[in-house]
């Protein structure tokens, strides 16, 4: 079972996380959600499609402008505030690797803490177990937030993702962060290139056997772009490709932008699977 602010997830079902991004220069929408109206329409569309958890971010995740902490809270925090009000009982992530927006986020009412970047500030675990909410531990590959990897090799790619993602989540439950509320992610891009980032999903089964619930990060991504050589607007076929495959071999949570055509993915895969029965069944029974 996983538990995330008022939900509880059983353990083979699918979980769709709704990226609304709070940056002027994200790397898919290029700003549409930065002001406030266009990203609550956008958590409202997002939930009505079926997102169960809304991830919001501050700062966009390749290189640019420095946004310092204090921009980063000013962007993320009111709006956490004003989803919270809104919507009671919908799941409020924040992707952010720093415990001072950590803090304020939690204060603010958030969930949970998606840290993208490998738990580079240690204390942003420390915040998690103090505000009793979860926490996403990525793999990065030991990249400093908002690098790129240059040149970066691993002699087995998934024995380093195991070892790190699994590494902070004991870390994480130790400090006081619920068992239940820890959640493992192989970090696709983030300190890989393609050929790495096709492996981890090709082996992501090994992630699932750990115990520890799997949430992946794929919608539209480099690796799904150069894989198909295709833009940033044309890799929704790739990154449902890849979320049907991540699906199949356990993967719980995704973190998406396109909520209404994962929905689709996820409900056919789990129904293959015998995890949920067909929306309706007439074939052959009239």
């Not at 499609?49 to 402008?65: L, M, S, Y």
């Not at 992946?216 to 690796?223: A, I, M, Q, R, Y």
């Not at 055509?261 to 409900?267: H, K, P, S």
Request: net charge negative; aromatic share 4%; hydrophobic share 40%.
């Amino acid at each position: 079972m996983l538990r995330l602010g008022r939900r509880e997830f059983a353990a083979h079902e699918p979980v769709i996380m709704a990226i609304v991004n709070r940056t002027p220069d994200s790397f898919y929408d290029q700003g549409a959600t930065f002001h406030d109206e266009p990203a609550l329409a956008r958590v409202e569309q997002a939930v009505a499609e079926g997102a169960a958890v809304i991830d919001i971010g501050g700062v966009k995740a390749g290189p640019g402008e420095e946004v310092s902490a204090a921009e980063e809270a000013r962007r993320t925090v009111g709006f956490v505030a004003e989803v919270r009000r809104r919507h009671p009982d919908v799941v409020i992530s924040v992707d952010t690797w720093r415990h001072e927006v950590g803090e304020a986020v939690c204060e603010a009412g958030a969930d949970l803490l998606n840290d993208a970047w490998g738990g580079v500030d240690p204390r942003l675990a420390e915040v998690a177990a103090r505000h009793d909410v979860g926490l996403v531990c990525t793999h990065a590959g030991g990249a400093e937030p908002r690098t790129r990897p240059h040149r970066i090799t691993y002699d087995d790619v998934m024995a380093d993702i195991l070892d790190v993602t699994v590494g902070l989540a004991e870390r994480a439950r130790k400090l006081g962060v619920r068992r239940d509320a820890i959640l493992i992610d192989p970090g696709h891009d983030f300190g890989k290139n393609t050929r790495h980032s096709l492996e981890a999903t090709r082996r992501l089964g090994e992630m699932v056997e750990t115990g520890w619930p799997v949430l992946v990060s794929l919608s539209n991504k480099d690796f799904v772009g150069e894989t198909l050589d295709r833009p940033v607007k044309d890799r929704l076929v790739g990154t449902l490709a890849t979320t049907a495959v991540s699906a199949w071999l356990g993967a719980q949570v995704y973190r998406v932008h396109e909520v209404a055509e994962t929905r689709q993915v996820l409900d056919m895969v789990a129904s293959i699977a015998g995890h949920r029965p067909p929306a309706v069944a007439r074939r052959g029974l009239a």
